[in-house]
């Protein structure tokens, strides 16, 4: 295990030592921090910086003569730096030149165009007048601190990042401090708290062969709580509402937002299938065929077509698309509403899910899904079918229908011949649950105490 360390979100790279230094302690003033590269050394890299550059501050003229030709013997070096410090998932960076020759940015950007792959290309560009500022110490600190007039959208990703960053660090230090120890005694107790915190969030025969993902979910309701809570001060609110009504920024539309919705509401299994629940799993259609065509018709076409799975208009397949169609382009899902840790230990775990159905957005017609870009509300508690928003799944929108009248439970072995495709963040999760348990039934209980 190595330490990880956090890398600079600020970067500059010029081949004078000084300038580095007087714009590192720019930075200073205004209690940032600024890495500074002399160009060589920024060449030299074995590989991009660990973590994403939010800044990238670039000397024009990095070689000798350069400013005579403002062609690739100036511009390529500049190339070359970036592909070494930034790598498509670094960013997005914002692209400043520091430079005496502010008159050649325009020409560098149309290079960088004409050069870069378009993953390291900068979100935004500006730049920063040298001769202005190099002899002018408060001016450049007030210059840095207005940046964000200039890069707005980045700027308020900064304040952001900051602050979650802040919240991280609260975060440990409370871990610590709640050892009550200090010293080498406090840095001992620490691993005696992760082992409870995890074993409490997952149980202990989980924890015992995840434990960094379950004490993550031990820890994550802590940490969200702190970043929610962690007020910004007026000055920020007032920017940052400046900064939006200055965009004037347009509404999303339906694919923008169908990439919202999975951002915020689906996570990858690709690193292992979580203990949360929320995975959607592939359902076969053999299993299909079993559990629920004797229940409610003689095919996978007249079961889709009763409406029990997606409300569908009244002329559906009058049209063009056959109830075959509609049934070939829909996709069965199982949908884990179970944790496994709510059958930790030695007791045997059971899946606990509902069926469900993928429908694309070439059959959204079909269906009252979706009124223009529009999607319902979620159900009333009368209605058994809960529909997702709108999602970005395989290149176009899909909706995910649950039926909430169709519970599925299976022991947990069995689940392995499934495929786990993605999972429901924990609110979506958590709302589905909620809405599923207006079809829990019982009898009416007699009893006399």
């Given amino acids: 295990m190595g330490l990880m360390i956090v890398g600079p979100k600020v970067v500059a790279v010029d081949d004078n030592v000084e300038h580095l230094t007087i714009l590192e302690q720019g930075f200073e003033k205004l209690g940032g921090f600024c890495v500074g590269f002399e160009y060589t050394l920024a060449l030299s890299r074995a590989g991009p910086l660990p973590t994403g550059v939010r800044i990238l501050f670039m000397d024009i003229n990095l070689m000798p003569g350069g400013a005579a030709n403002e062609g690739a013997r100036t511009f390529q070096p500049i190339v070359a730096i970036i592909r070494k410090l930034i790598k498509p998932e670094n960013g997005p960076y914002a692209l400043v030149t520091w430079t005496d020759s502010p008159q050649s940015h325009g020409n560098l950007i149309e290079f960088l165009e004409n050069n870069l792959d378009a993953a390291l290309l900068p ?94 979910a031990g820890m994550s309701g802590v940490l969200s709580d702190r970043i929610d809570n962690a007020a910004p001060d007026a000055d920020t609110e007032k920017t940052w509402s400046a900064l939006i009504a200055a965009a004037h920024p347009a509404e999303l539309d339906a694919q923008q937002q169908a990439k919202l919705n999975s951002y915020f509401h689906l996570a990858s299994v690709e690193g292992g299938v979580p203990a949360s629940p929320g995975v959607v799993y592939s359902f076969p259609l053999t299993e299909l065929r079993r559990f629920v065509i004797p229940q409610l018709g003689e095919s996978i076409e007249d079961v889709l077509a009763s409406g029990e799975f997606a409300p569908l208009r009244g002329n559906a397949f009058e049209g063009a698309i056959s109830k075959e169609a509609f049934a070939a382009a829909c996709r069965w899902r ?59 799944r395989n290149g176009e929108r899909v909706a995910l229908v649950i039926n909430l009248r169709m519970p599925f439970s299976a022991p947990l072995a069995s689940v392995s011949r499934r495929t786990p495709l993605y999972r429901l963040r924990e609110t979506l999760a958590a709302e589905v649950a909620a809405h599923s348990k207006a079809f829990a039934t019982r009898p009416g209980l007699v009893e006399f105490r």
């Avoid at 500006?126 to 840095?144: C, H, Q, V």
């Fill in 123 to 216: 979100c935004a560009d500006f730049s920063l007048s040298k001769a202005e500022y190099l002899e002018d110490a408060p001016a450049l600190a007030e210059r840095l601190r207005n940046l964000g007039n200039e890069l707005p959208g980045l700027a308020m990703l900064l304040d952001w990042e900051s602050a979650v960053f802040k919240a991280a660090d609260r975060t440990v230090f409370e871990m610590i401090a709640l050892s009550g120890e200090n010293g080498k005694a406090a840095g001992a107790s620490v691993v005696q708290t992760v082992n409870a915190v995890a074993k409490a969030a997952h149980g202990v025969s989980s924890a015992r062969a995840a434990p960094f993902r379950a004490f993550t």
């Fill in 334 to 392: 199982l949908v884990r509403l179970g944790a496994d840790c709510d059958y930790a230990n030695l007791k045997l775990r059971v899946f606990e899910g509902h069926v469900a159905l993928e429908v694309p957005e070439s059959m959204l017609g079909l269906t009252k899904l979706g009124e223009g870009n529009k999607f319902r509300d979620t159900p009333a508690k009368s209605e058994w079918l809960f529909q997702t928003p709108p999602l970005w």
